[in-house]
């Protein structure tokens, strides 16, 4: 979740811990403590880029490899267009895993090699 419920979980983990830090769904990356956590011997696992450089060089990175078709969204559920509104309360239930689409027409995903459940 990052922000302080990251803070929060981070503070839970026992000696020698890993914590993994993506997102910031709360609207800010976790904040990480490095005396606490090396005390702790905690790992700290996929921290956010540290500069706008680094940030840019990962975008270009991840657009490369989108390009090159190596990437594989993680498609966990799809709904009709006219299911919307379905898609938006199971997303908000947290009631998903990976991607949620919806789908206008699914032969157009199946030709460009995407999956669909």
Same mark, same amino acid.
């Given at each position: 979740?990052?922000?302080?419920?990251?803070?929060?979980?981070?503070?839970?983990?026992?000696?020698?811990?890993?914590?993994?830090?993506?997102?910031?769904?709360?609207?800010?990356?976790?904040?990480?403590?490095?005396?606490?956590?090396?005390?702790?011997?905690?790992?700290?696992?996929?921290?956010?880029?540290?500069?706008?450089?680094?940030?840019?060089?990962?975008?270009?990175? #991840?657009? &490369?490899?989108?390009? !090159?078709?190596?990437? /594989?969204?993680? @498609? $966990?559920? %799809?709904?009709? *267009?006219?299911? #919307?509104? &379905?898609?938006?309360? !199971?997303?908000?239930? /947290?009631?998903? @895993? $990976?991607? %949620?689409?919806? *789908?206008?027409?699914?032969?157009?995903?199946?030709?460009?090699?995407?999956?669909?459940?």
């Amino acid at each position: 979740m990052g922000g302080e419920i990251g803070l929060a979980s981070l503070g839970m983990l026992g000696q020698e811990g890993r914590f993994v830090r993506y997102g910031m769904a709360s609207g800010s990356f976790t904040q990480v403590p490095t005396p606490a956590t090396a005390m702790r011997h905690v790992q700290i696992l996929r921290s956010a880029p540290r500069s706008p450089e680094e940030l840019r060089t990962l975008t270009r990175r #991840a657009f &490369d490899e989108a390009l !090159a078709c190596r990437l /594989r969204p993680v @498609i $966990g559920q %799809t709904f009709p *267009l006219e299911g #919307a509104a &379905d898609a938006h309360a !199971a997303i908000g239930a /947290r009631a998903t @895993i $990976g991607k %949620t689409l919806l *789908l206008t027409s699914p032969t157009r995903f199946r030709r460009r090699g995407l999956e669909t459940p």
